[in-house]
């Protein structure tokens, strides 16, 4: 079974991906869209070098639902910073440590702060061990920081094990 | 266009404008907030909520209307993967470039060589 | 209902992408060009999608679609030539 399907995720992945593509659930484009899901990952896994194993499926969909909320947060929070007409930002510049090891779930993190209110991943250290932030408006740096750790970098450390 | 049921009608219409109205406001940063970092903010952030917005309008439109739609998530799905690799690479080049930022910026990087692309 | 709201959203649309072609003549930077791009042709995806539903077809999808990819390709390649000035190391 291991050897058949290597990455079950990423299968299923690709098959709603094509589903969606056509547009259509029918037992022809689903039996295609099985063969395709199947052999895709087994062509393409040698080019995987970065093992990664979802441990918490459950709390990966809430962590989703999570974002999905944020997003519409900060963009009323971008909305309002743009529209006021006089208002001085304080733009920052911030260090974020990181906890995380892993380029997957950096990944993931650093996406996450490009999305959430007022922040932008800019650049990732030489090290490997800290992100560089933009923050568009922000008063006290360490609680944003302390924000991204509580929120979301807990969580992804809990899915994803490391 | 077709005739509609009133509440698909009316709740098509509220997520088009929805959407409309957030792309407008990032388009609307991305015109006057004071530096490059500030602008990479805008349309980053208010674009996937202003597709979002018209691709949730699309896929009701064509679900009422014709059979049963939901390719437009591809779409979202994708602009939601790839606005914050772009916003990054892009955030990375400007770094890179050292453009300057707005005078009031606080720079709170301990080890600024930390972060160059340069090789040393 | 919906004519007004899609009668409205091509209006924003219109002057959002005014406002892009804008701030792309207006630079300063080559990397606010480049976004000033890229936001274009997000907003002009949208726009794709808002004509599919006034004329009530679906053939503008895969063209949405495909404006997507290539601008997303075309956004991190030159962001990658401004980094390196060089696309493929």
């Known amino acids: 079974m291991t050897k058949l399907i290597p990455a079950p995720w990423w299968s299923a992945f690709l098959l709603c991906f094509w589903l969606l593509l056509q547009n259509d659930v029918s037992v022809g484009t689903s039996l295609l869209g099985l063969i395709l899901a199947i052999l895709i990952p087994l062509y393409t896994l040698r080019a995987r070098d970065y093992p990664t194993t979802l441990h918490r499926p459950l709390l990966a969909v809430q962590y989703f639902l999570i974002l999905l909320v944020d997003i519409v947060v900060s963009n009323l929070d971008i909305a309002l910073i743009i529209l006021m007409p006089r208002k001085r930002i304080q733009p920052a510049l911030i260090e974020f440590p990181l906890d995380l090891t892993g380029s997957v779930p950096i990944t993931i993190l650093a996406s996450t702060i490009s999305l959430t209110p007022g922040t932008i991943s800019a650049e990732l250290g030489r090290d490997g061990r800290s992100l560089l932030i933009h923050a568009l408006n922000v008063q006290d740096p360490e609680a944003t920081v302390q924000q991204i750790k509580q929120r979301y970098e807990r969580r992804l450390k809990e899915i994803f094990q490391c | ?120 | 209902m919906l004519v007004y709201a899609l009668q409205f959203a091509f209006g924003l649309f219109g002057l959002s992408l005014l406002m892009n072609i804008l701030r792309l003549i207006r630079g300063p930077h080559l990397p606010d060009r480049i976004l000033a791009l890229d936001t274009i042709y997000i907003n002009s995806l949208a726009l794709l999608l808002l004509l599919g539903i006034w004329h009530n077809t679906m053939a503008y999808f895969e063209a949405a679609l495909l404006i997507a990819m290539l601008g997303f390709i075309g956004t991190v390649a030159a962001a990658k030539f401004l980094l390196r000035g060089d696309i493929i190391e």
């Open chain 2, 1 to 120: 266009m077709t005739d509609l049921p009133q509440w698909a009608d009316l709740l098509i219409s509220f997520f088009i404008v929805l959407g409309a109205s957030f792309a407008f406001i990032g388009s609307l940063g991305l015109l006057r907030l004071p530096d490059f970092m500030a602008r990479l903010h805008a349309p980053t952030k208010n674009t996937t909520l202003g597709v979002g917005g018209v691709v949730m309008g699309s896929m009701l439109y064509f679900s009422v209307t014709d059979a049963f739609s939901l390719h437009e998530l591809l779409i979202a799905i994708f602009l939601f993967l790839t606005a914050p690799i772009s916003a990054h690479l892009l955030a990375k080049a400007g770094l890179h470039l050292e453009l300057e930022l707005n005078e009031n910026t606080k720079d709170l990087r301990k080890k600024p060589e930390q972060y160059t692309d340069k090789d040393s």
